[in-house]
T-cell receptor, first 116, second 113 residues
């Protein structure tokens, strides 16, 4: 069973702090990695994606990938109350050479609460 | 650029009925995936379509089916509805496949009475 694991939380941080969200995956063939934010009652919104080992920064968000450790993380700097949401990690197996068996597997999400 | 559009937004059905949900992808996107989201199970993959072909299917019973049209629009059908089918059904589109990010619609919330 190919899985994506996240701490369910809740993760509570004060406003202005760094929030660190972690995700591990079991399929070594995974090729691309995504972070989605989902507010209560809304659909997931893509906030970051990363394909290569290392860090990728976009504004207050940094995604980190370590394929050897099968680990991907999301850092949110200067956390704001508006960042309070569930963060979903998703891993894409990339499909096979013919483009079949393409599948995005989601973790169950980490609930982040940023306290004013 | 318009996002992914799902209709209807809300549906109430009774057990045994069937339902069809619709998804229009972002213009130019050819891959459409469907997911079921429930509080207990999270987001679970139903199936993915590309160029009118189903390329992958999740572990759902045959009551769940779908199709994609030549304009990339997709429909999902659930027959013989059960109480456990109550969920948020999400459609996501991407340019092609593999490494491309998926973008979600607002979902259809299905309630079974």
């Amino acid at each position: 069973q190919k899985e994506v694991e996240q701490n369910s939380g809740p993760l509570s941080v004060p406003e202005g702090a760094i929030a660190s969200l972690n995700c591990t995956y079991s399929d070594r063939g995974s090729q691309s990695f995504f972070w989605y934010r989902q507010y209560s009652g809304k659909s997931p919104e893509l906030i970051m994606f990363i394909y290569s080992n290392g860090d990728k920064e976009d504004g207050r968000f940094t995604a980190q990938l370590n394929k050897a450790s099968q680990y991907v993380s999301l850092l949110i700097r200067d956390s704001q109350p508006s960042d309070s949401a569930t963060y979903l990690c998703a891993v894409n197996n990339g499909g096979d050479s013919g483009g079949s068996n393409y599948k995005l597997t989601f973790g169950k999400g980490t609930l982040l609460t940023v306290n004013p | 650029k318009a996002g992914v559009t799902q209709t209807p937004r809300y549906l109430i059905k009774t057990r045994g009925q069937q339902v069809t949900l619709s998804c229009s992808p972002i213009s130019g996107h050819r891959s459409v995936s469907w997911y079921q989201q429930t509080p207990g199970q999270g987001l679970q993959f139903l199936f993915e379509y590309f160029s009118e072909t189903q390329r992958n299917k999740g572990n759902f019973p045959g009551r769940f089916s779908g199709r994609q049209f030549s304009n990339s629009r997709s429909e999902m059908n659930v027959s013989t509805l059960e109480l456990g089918d109550s969920a948020l059904y999400l459609c996501a589109s991407s340019l092609s496949s593999g490494y491309q990010p998926q973008h979600f619609g607002d979902g259809t919330r299905l309630s079974i009475l």
